[in-house]
């Protein structure tokens, strides 16, 4: 009997001991999964010197057809191993006169870690390196991740390192394995995707082999790895040779506000740019400069849009059949006293659709009048004005938009042209102007199309919603009341002799003396088979005729023509 309680003390025993194996060996197999990457590369890393040959090991930002937007570029750069330098005298003197750099820095340099040297190569310095042979120097093509002319570099963002124990536990909290002093997004895209383009190895990486007592055993070789499967690339709509052509054009015009370009029919944004600008190559050369206002994505930032959102308050009017383009009306211009014109002899009796081309305030205002703030904010919402979301962009809100301050008492009249409580973003006014050249349909700005893996597959991608806001008939009365603006009204500056232009002129006061105003036009081309939509912000600048809409000109001529 006691033999027996022996023996069943055993296999419970026996049973015990294999549950706990089971476990252990569970365990392990999931921190192999979770972490296998983070544990081999810190392994790795006790084993070798390395030098990774790029500067930010990160999946790149890319442009529609594939083009980086940050201006990546590869440079051949001398990489030094010191330990297996064996005459570091006379690598110190030969490196400084190649270089034609001071040998005291070279021979700092050799007294230090493995790295690349910041001095970039020729050719043919390069090709003196390899010739000579010195034992742990190398001549080899480092990347970098920023050139010296990057695009859309307000909403790209640029990167930070991490200082604060709590940055670094918060982003360890997931499977990628992050360390102080690691390079992270702090803006734009690059933070809010940097999860995604976060590299978990580098992509191409020399080493030389140590043993337990930090000897040199083997190397330096070249471990190149056929792809980074935890990074991801960022492929957006916007169109390089667009964008860099907006870009040229507002340096050249010194131009200090926004331009978005978006393709009509799908509401992708082919290009947003915003001026003053920063290379975020060297950011901190930027920091603090005029408060920071370089680093502002004026693009996406709220602003009285002035006349412009009187497109919205023509389509509802039309829509609701409210006014009709004959109808007619009397402004006596400085004069009146619901709201005084711009125009100070006052246009007398004058059409819709001549009040819509000269930008008549008081028709305007006596037309929202009929209308109601209640339509008025409906439409306005349905045109794009209650959302500042963009498809693959997920930049936070600024709640001080609120369409429900157009209902007060006292504001529906400010309202109806532009002012007021009224306040847009670019990208909105270029929403709302493609959904007229769109035929009334209306459709998500979008400015993330997808997120590749390292061999190309496509990963995610990101859909923009689209829904109808206005009948068909009324957008193409809208479609004539816009090209009247750019035929015989007030953005005649817009016009395109070879196809054709149509748009709408905006002034908004941004000081109460009206001394500093805010200019305005927003537009499509050609004509007749609209392709582009095109908004120009002018900060402080003269009027929606006389700048906004000379730089919508130049830029479409640019696009249309092909020479971009």
Known sequence: ?????????????????????????????????????????????????????????????????????????????????????????????????????????????????????????????ARFIRERGWSGVMALPVYFRYGSHSLAVQVMGHLGSIFSAKDLADLNNREKFYRLNDLVGKTGLEKYYDYDLKATRPEQVVRVFIDAGGRVVGGPVLDLNAGDPGRRDLVLTVDANIQRAVENVMDDMVIKGAVVVMEVGTGDILAIASRPSFNPERVEDFLDRAGNECFLDRATALYQPGSVFKVVVAAAALEEGIVSPADLFFCRGEKEDLLRCWYAPGHGTISFARAFAESCNPTFARVTLRLTPAKLIAYARQFGFASQAIAGYPFPADRRQDLSLIGLPNNLVNSSIGQGPVLATPVQVAAMINAIASDGMYSQPRLVKELRQSNGKIERQFPADKSRVISSATARELKKLLALVTAEGTGKDAYLPVCGSAGKTGTAQVTNSGQKVNTWFAGYAPLASPRFVITVLVEEGAGGRETAAQVFSVIAKKILAGAV
Not at 6 to 34: D, H, N, P, S, W
Not at 53 to 63: A, C, S, V
Not at 99 to 113: H, M, P, S, Y
């Open 1 to 125: 009997m006691v033999g027996y309680f022996r023996q069943e003390r055993l296999v419970q025993a026996f049973y015990f001991f294999l549950l706990l194996f089971i476990f252990l060996l569970a365990r392990l197999c999931l921190i192999q999964v979770k972490n296998g990457d983070k544990l081999a590369f810190v392994a790795l890393e006790q084993d070798t010197l390395s030098v990774v040959l790029e500067d930010i090991p990160r999946g790149r930002i890319l442009d529609r057809n594939l083009e980086p937007l940050t201006d990546g570029n590869r440079s051949e750069r001398v990489v030094i191993f010191p330990r297996v330098i064996e005459d570091k005298a006379e690598v110190a003197a030969g490196l400084a006169g190649v270089l034609g750099v001071e040998q005291v820095k070279i021979t700092r340099a050799l007294a230090g870690d493995p790295k690349y040297l910041p001095y970039p190569l020729s050719g043919e310095q």
